[in-house]
């Protein structure tokens, strides 16, 4: 008999999951339809409550003030280790809420990561309505209120097998800068380093739908790799640190890597996207342009 790791039927479980969306309508959000800039910090796997994940929080405020942010994207792992149980959990307020109350009214969008996995999904969702900044619409979602020429898609490697279908169903056919963002990357030098998972469910619809570029977690640490069809962006040290690893894939290209704690800046227009990558004290650690054709 043919073994078949455990794995296999938990993916297939949550995929068959089927979740109470938060609907946009319900909640305050900022409309940037008519902007011709938008300004995004990212980060990841911050939800530790540790003195990093405040500095990190900090410092991201302050660069956010002078570059003037649209909101703010967490890559998943938003409560270590387990998740939460309700949308009443303490940990809301000591794991996202304290670490970044400087923000005020301010939208942060989230997606879940493994750890978040291993409590109340939906309560991760519902607590949208609770929270003047948490923003998380499913476990999948378009971030609405965007401009024409700026489309993001959060997708999870959980539920890859219908994500895939929901994302090239929003990507492909539309113009601008599409990006896509979960915990888990396609590609990572990072200890975890890169997804199967991930690549064999979404690499296809990057490809076909010219998916501009990727942002994720899950490595705790700060990467920037070129592929030929994308920019993969790691931001997974809001929280948590890991070592990394050198790559000199000529295809596959690592641009930048640190094992540093820190986050990403990316200002867009809507042709042009300057990415910043800083450390916690505010340096500028690496900054790359690219130009969408």
Not at 14 to 43: F, G, M, R
Not at 83 to 110: C, I
Request: glycine content about 8%; aromatic content about 12%; some cysteine.
């Amino acid at each position: 008999m043919k073994y078949v790791p455990l794995v296999f039927f938990v993916v297939l479980l949550l995929s068959c999951i089927n979740y109470t969306e938060v609907p946009v309508s319900n909640l305050e959000i900022v409309d940037h339809t008519k902007k011709e800039k938008i300004v995004i910090a990212v980060t990841g796997d911050t939800g530790t409550g540790g003195s990093h994940q405040y500095k990190v929080g900090q410092t991201m405020y302050k660069v956010c003030q002078s570059r003037s942010c649209d909101f703010v994207l967490i890559a998943g792992d938003n409560i270590y280790e387990k998740g939460v149980k309700n949308e009443l959990d303490s940990q809301f307020k000591t794991k996202f809420e304290d670490p970044y109350a400087h923000f005020g009214r301010f939208d942060f969008w989230m997606i879940l990561g493994n750890h978040d996995r291993g409590g109340n999904n939906q309560a991760q969702i519902d607590y949208s309505l609770k929270s003047p900044r948490w923003r998380m619409l499913n476990t999948h979602y378009a971030i609405p209120k965007l401009p024409s020429w700026l489309h993001m898609y959060g997708v999870d490697r959980y539920e890859a097998s219908s994500h895939k279908r929901h994302a090239e169903n929003f990507f492909c056919n539309r113009d601008g800068w599409k990006i896509m963002f979960a915990h888990h990357p396609i590609y990572s030098n990072g200890k975890h380093g890169r997804s199967s998972t991930m690549r064999r469910n979404f690499l296809p619809m990057i490809k076909n739908c010219n998916v501009n570029m990727f942002l994720s977690g899950h490595d705790h640490d700060l990467e920037h790799i070129s592929s030929p069809d994308f920019e993969q962006i790691v931001s997974g040290a809001g929280g948590k640190l890991r070592s990394v690893k050198k790559s000199n894939d000529n295809v596959i290209k690592q641009r930048f890597i640190a094992s540093k704690y820190g986050f990403v800046v990316l200002e867009l227009t809507e042709y042009v996207v300057d990415i910043y990558f800083y450390d916690e004290l505010g340096n500028i650690l690496h900054h790359y342009i690219k130009n969408r054709l």
